[in-house]
């Protein structure tokens, strides 16, 4: 909230606010990092690194998936942790193209948990963490898709219609853009 | 339990047995389902995230006051303050140095019992009996009025420590 009488005499309130938010994000994110990376020892499937060494709240993630349509395709993804974590979810993009009935081309992600302003007891809250976020990207490889509420409509479509067209249009944008 | 074994049959006031001695024992729990507030991950005996982060700001702007939380333990702004407040004041000329240190002890305590705006970091429960943070529950709770852990609507049932 911006006070514009303060703001005129200088006080830049929406300044200490961030500082705080800031604080408290960092403060999140160590012991949230510390755990995630704990459980993904040994994770053949996720890996995750930090592009800015310092920067806890800039993350890679790739993930491999070992089953179902996706395997063998290696998969990119952008997490950025907003400043107001964890009362709003981390913002995760797709850098990989992919042909999946929750991403579309562009890597907008369609998962429940990473709904900042959801109805239902799936979307963001603050008791959850990024070890959640990070096996629900994974999940959404194999028991998470979900072809009924798609962001992809045409790939949905299509899987309804014909499996086959499916899969084999997964295993060839696999070929093309998800082999590094 | 020792039971009486020399009973005196012939008295009126028949008893089998009777108690002569017992040890009773009792447990208890805080009536709080956790005792870690579940936004911010810290003790809610403690001050929340936000209020902790504020605090550790705060003195360069305006020094709070030595403050005593409710539970009777001097809190590290207020160690910091005695610090602050000791250097800078001279001695009165005509007292030694032992006299100095007691007179800023007693002068350390009254303080000290002032309340503050700091220590208002308190815990609330819901009607579903989850407990958070004040702070932290009053931010969730303008985004979404449910509780976080069990989904909820959000209703107050209690504030304080």
């Known amino acids: 909230m911006i006070n514009l009488q303060k703001r005129i005499k200088g006080v830049d309130e929406n300044k200490k606010y961030m500082d705080t938010r800031i604080c408290i994000r960092e403060k999140l994110l160590t012991e949230e990092v510390k755990d995630l990376e704990r459980t993904l020892m040994g994770d053949k499937v996720c890996r995750l690194t930090f592009p800015s060494p310092g920067v806890l709240h800039e993350m890679h993630l790739t993930i491999t998936p070992n089953d179902g349509f996706y395997k063998g395709g290696i998969y990119h993804f952008d997490i950025k942790v907003p400043a107001e974590y964890n009362n709003v979810p981390p913002v995760v993009k797709c850098l990989t193209r992919v042909w999946h009935p929750n991403i579309n081309e562009d890597g907008a992600i369609c998962l429940s948990l990473l709904r900042e302003n959801s109805l239902d007891a799936f979307g963001w809250r603050p008791t959850r963490n990024m070890t959640e976020v990070v096996h629900g990207l994974a999940s959404l490889f194999t028991d998470l898709m979900d072809f009924d509420d798609p962001l992809n409509q045409q790939a949905a479509e299509q899987y309804q219609q014909n499996r086959n067209n499916f899969e084999s249009k997964v295993r060839d944008y696999i070929y093309k853009y998800a082999r590094q | ?161």
């Open chain 2, 1 to 161: 339990m020792e039971v009486d074994q020399s009973i005196d049959e012939k008295k009126s006031d028949y008893r089998p047995f009777s108690l002569k001695r017992w040890n009773a024992c009792a447990v208890w729990t805080w009536d709080v389902e956790c005792d870690t507030c579940a936004i911010c991950r810290l003790q809610l005996m403690e001050e929340c995230l936000r209020c902790q982060a504020d605090a550790t700001k705060g003195p360069e702007r305006d020094p709070p006051p030595p403050v005593v939380t409710k539970a009777g333990r001097v809190t590290r702004v207020a160690n910091n303050h005695l610090i602050i407040n000791e250097t800078p004041s001279p001695p009165p000329p005509s007292s030694t140095p032992s006299s100095t240190s007691s007179s800023m002890a007693a002068t350390a305590g009254s303080s000290s019992t002032s309340p503050s705006a700091s220590g208002e970091c308190v815990v609330v429960w819901g009607d579903c009996s989850h407990s958070f943070h004040n702070c932290c529950m009053a931010q969730w709770v303008k985004q979404n009025a449910r509780c976080p852990l069990c989904q909820q609507d959000w209703a107050v049932a209690r504030v304080g420590k």
